[in-house]
T-cell receptor
Framework: ETGVTQTPRHLVMGMTNKKSLKCEQH?????MYWYKQSAKKPLELMFV???????ENNSVPSRFSPECPNSSHLFLHLHTLQPEDSALYLC?????????????FGPGTRLTVT | AQSVTQLDSQVPVFEEAPVELRCNYS??????LFWYVQYPNQGLQLLLK??????LVKGINGFEAEFNKSQTSFHLRKPSVHISDTAEYFC????????????FGTGTRLKVLA
């Protein structure tokens, strides 16, 4: 595997379920990100990790809980979601959090909350 | 704070014709500028970026963009498009110092017609 991978690619969950999204990067990067992509809206930055420490929580509701056990893996734990949380969730990584370094994106997880 | 405006939500163009996708930004500090492309069912991929120096930036797949500070614009151009260029294109801006926070535009869907 190369680049940034995300699993699952598609997820349908009820409002009372608990599920997790997984992201793995094979680029040796030190920064990882979660974004939410909704139709007709700009990408929304949710969380940022640098060297496994969370450096940003962009006013995200507590029903989204990130975890970064090491610099290669990032999880997004989901519980009691709302229908408006349905979106494409993108993971990205970069060498560091310096903005000059490009972010490499995974293919995303398409989440549908029923 | 920064903001990005992509006025065209959709741009249809015939194959082998030139195309320009517009991006305007607002910022009180120096910024880096980026164009990303998203093909169907994929994550975002960097096309090109402006950090400093020459205002004409060349990227992958024959795309180029020109940074115009006085007009606060960073328009993307390609002299001759192919069917395979059909995708969503995102302009993004980030402050050149301190923060990792990319601000993305809402995207422009380029549809290349045969």
């Amino acid at each position: 595997e190369t680049g940034v991978t995300q699993t699952p690619r598609h997820l349908v969950m009820g409002m009372t379920n608990k599920k997790s999204l997984k992201c793995e990067q094979h680029l040796g990067h030190n920064a990882m990100y979660w974004y939410k992509q909704s139709a007709k809206k700009p990408l929304e930055l949710m969380f940022v990790y640098s060297l496994e420490e969370r450096v940003e929580n962009n006013s995200v509701p507590s029903r989204f809980s990130p975890e970064c056990p090491n610099s290669s893996h990032l999880f997004l734990h989901l519980h009691t979601l709302q229908p408006e949380d349905s979106a494409l969730y993108l993971c990205a990584s970069s060498l560091t959090t310096e903005p000059a370094y490009e972010q490499y994106f995974g293919p995303g997880t398409r989440l549908t909350v029923t | 704070a920064q903001s990005v405006t992509q006025l065209d939500s959709q741009v249809p163009v015939f194959e082998e014709a030139p195309v320009e996708l517009r991006c305007n930004y607002s910022s009180s500090v120096s910024v880096y500028l980026f164009w990303y492309v998203q093909y169907p069912n994929q994550g975002l991929q960097l096309l090109l970026k402006y950090l400093s120096g020459s205002t004409l930036v060349k990227g992958i797949n024959g795309f180029e963009a020109e940074f115009n500070k006085s007009q606060t614009s960073f328009h993307l151009r390609k002299p001759s498009v192919h069917i395979s260029d059909t995708a969503e294109y995102f302009c993004a801006v980030a402050p050149s110092s301190g923060t990792y926070k990319y601000i993305f535009g809402t995207g422009t869907r380029l549809k290349v017609l045969a």
